[in-house]
């Protein structure tokens, strides 16, 4: 095919030249990937499929009964350079959100063999005891993908949420590891201590 390509632009060396073949060649080696649908599995599971230009990339577990879900969410974000889709499905009259986060092949081509998705997160998020005061939480965010837990208890005074024990995912190990928080920027003086001795 790309042979193809050069020699049609030898022809008509005039009108493209050498430059037109390789933004042609660019072109098509720069095609963004497949849009992502989402639409719901055969009966049989009750689950959702994840489809790219036709193929099943990702096939979705869902618990809740279909008459407590609410409509799924699907997103698709670039984090450390691969396609990670997350999809979210709330469950009416509870807290709580059933999460799949997984990665995806990075070009999938329909009517051809898929290599398997590699899930990275999947359970329920929000309260975890009977009084709704602790909870489990993941997101993407950050060129990361992050669990963390909440408590009612612990509030900052900006009133952004307090993720604690927070970990992210480790996609060369393949698990979640421990969040180190980064140390404060260093002031802007330098206060130097001096022993005083006192006669």
Not at 115 to 133: F, K, M, N, V
Not at 168 to 196: E, G, T, Y
Request: with cysteine.
């Amino acid at each position: 095919m790309r042979s193809g390509i050069l020699r049609v632009v030898g022809r008509r060396a005039g009108a493209f030249g050498l430059a037109g073949a390789l933004l042609l060649a660019s072109a098509h080696a720069a095609a963004p990937p497949a849009p992502l649908t989402l639409t719901l599995a055969d009966a049989a599971d009750g689950g959702l499929e994840v489809r790219a230009g036709g193929a099943v990339v990702a096939r979705v577990p869902v618990k809740a009964a279909p008459l407590r879900r609410a409509p799924a969410r699907l997103r698709e974000v670039s984090v450390e350079g691969r396609r990670v889709v997350e999809v979210r499905v709330a469950v009416r009259g509870t807290p709580h959100e059933e999460v799949w986060i997984g990665e995806l092949p990075t070009e999938p081509r329909p009517g051809q063999p898929q290599p398997p998705q590699s899930a990275i997160w999947s359970g329920l998020t929000g309260a975890r005891d009977a009084d709704e005061e602790v909870g489990t939480e993941i997101e993407i965010a950050g060129n990361r993908v992050v669990e963390y837990q909440t408590s009612t208890h612990v509030t900052r005074c900006d009133g952004e949420t307090v993720r604690l024990f927070p970990r992210a995912w480790d996609f060369d190990a393949r698990r979640f590891r421990p969040v180190v928080s980064a140390l404060p920027a260093p002031a802007a003086q330098k206060l130097v201590a001096r022993l005083q001795r006192v006669h």
